[in-house]
């Protein structure tokens, strides 16, 4: 019985959300397909099930960008239930409001966007994984002509490198290198998000940066002190995933500099919401606020007195039509709360999830 009523639950949710989604990319000149729809479907499962890890109800959330995760989602053709995933979902919570759902792309999510938007790429090969042991050359360059790297596998020591061997419409191969070094970047980006919300954290950042400057990424995870104060989150630091972690950041930082195009920029601008939050955030604010000025500068000039006859051929509004429009903005529609196992609300306390870190 318990079992009906969640999949009930879960049922109402997506018949309240999936025609508002189509509808709205509709608006921006993108039918939607069956595979988006799958995709938002599989993505609202997703983040019931976080919810419910977290003992919360959607309810129990702020539910102010429920709808412009999952418009991202579609756009963007992130499979939740793919093998590996391609996108997840993290509870954010804060000091002074409601959690928050927040979504992250997978190392796989962005090799699928690359596939999928990637500017002249034909077809994106899976990548190498070297390790310290391995016989590796780089690839070398005689004016236009590149010989290949060379790769012998001993399967001996930690990743230190991955490759990605991309192939562009001409049939010609391109190499594309992340290093394990370069993840240090990373890592302290993600320290000093997590310090977001703590009293002393100009202090502890002005530390982080003094005490890492001259270490490798794996001194600073080994290091108790710096694990502590830049609440360095299990994901990172906890041998079962450390190593994991550390390849998908590899995997991004290659990824996500390959230059894509999206062909719309309602796709390019979707992308921009998740990858780059706080160029988005500024892009956002400046349209707003100068359609805004316009918008206000326009009803005052309308009530203005005409100072000048009415030029010939001019006829006067009809009865009952006002001469100013008001612009009301769309409300974000209440979401049907699914049952979950448990609705105890949590103390709110700093987040040390990872992932969302990533401006790079």
Do not use: C
């Not at 009906?4 to 189509?22: C, D, F, Q, R, V």
């Not at 919401?273 to 706080?278: A, I, L, Q, R, Y």
């Not at 000048?308 to 009952?320: D, L, M, S, Y």
Request: net charge negative; no cysteine; hydrophobic share 35%.
């Amino acid at each position: 019985m318990t079992v009906a009523k969640y999949e009930t639950g879960l049922s109402k949710i997506t018949n309240a959300i999936a025609p508002m989604i189509s509808s709205q990319l509709s608006n921006n000149g993108i039918e939607m397909t069956d595979y988006q729809r799958q995709v938002v479907i599989s993505a609202i499962s997703a983040i019931n099930t976080t919810l419910e890890n977290s003992s919360l109800s959607i309810s129990q959330i702020d539910q102010s960008n429920l709808t412009q995760i999952l418009l991202t989602v579609a756009a963007l053709q992130l499979n939740a239930d793919a093998t590996p995933r391609e996108v997840y979902f993290i509870v954010r919570k804060s000091k002074n409001a409601k959690p928050k759902i927040e979504m992250n792309i997978e190392g796989d999510g962005n090799d699928a966007l690359l596939a999928r938007f990637g500017r002249d790429v034909k077809k994106v090969y899976p990548y190498w994984a070297i390790r310290e042991g391995d016989d590796f050359t780089y690839p070398s360059h005689r004016g236009v002509e590149t010989t290949p790297p060379t790769w012998v596998e001993k399967g001996i020591g930690k990743v230190i490198r991955v490759v990605y061997p991309i192939e562009s419409q001409n049939g010609s191969i391109n190499y594309y290198i992340g290093e394990r070094a370069d993840v240090k970047k990373n890592l302290i980006a993600h320290m000093m998000n997590n310090l977001m919300w703590d009293k002393d954290k100009i202090a502890k950042k002005t530390e982080i940066r003094q005490k890492t400057e001259n270490m490798t990424l794996d001194e600073i995870l080994d290091d108790d002190d710096l694990v502590k104060t830049g609440q360095i989150s299990p994901a990172w630091r906890e041998p079962q995933s450390r190593e994991s972690m550390i390849i998908r950041k590899m995997r991004n930082n290659v990824t996500k500099k390959i230059p894509k195009d999206f062909s719309s920029s309602f796709v390019a601008n979707q992308y921009q919401e998740v990858t780059d939050p706080e160029a988005a955030k500024v892009r956002k604010d400046v349209t707003e606020h100068a359609n805004s000025e316009d918008f206000e500068q326009a009803k005052i000039e309308a009530s203005k007195p005409e100072k000048n006859e009415p030029k010939e051929g001019w006829k006067p509004a009809p009865e009952g039509v006002s001469q100013a429009s008001e612009v009301v903005k769309p409300q974000q529609p209440e979401i049907i709360d699914a049952p979950t196992k448990e609705e105890a609300p949590q103390e709110p306390e700093p987040s040390i999830f990872d992932d969302d870190e990533d401006p790079f």
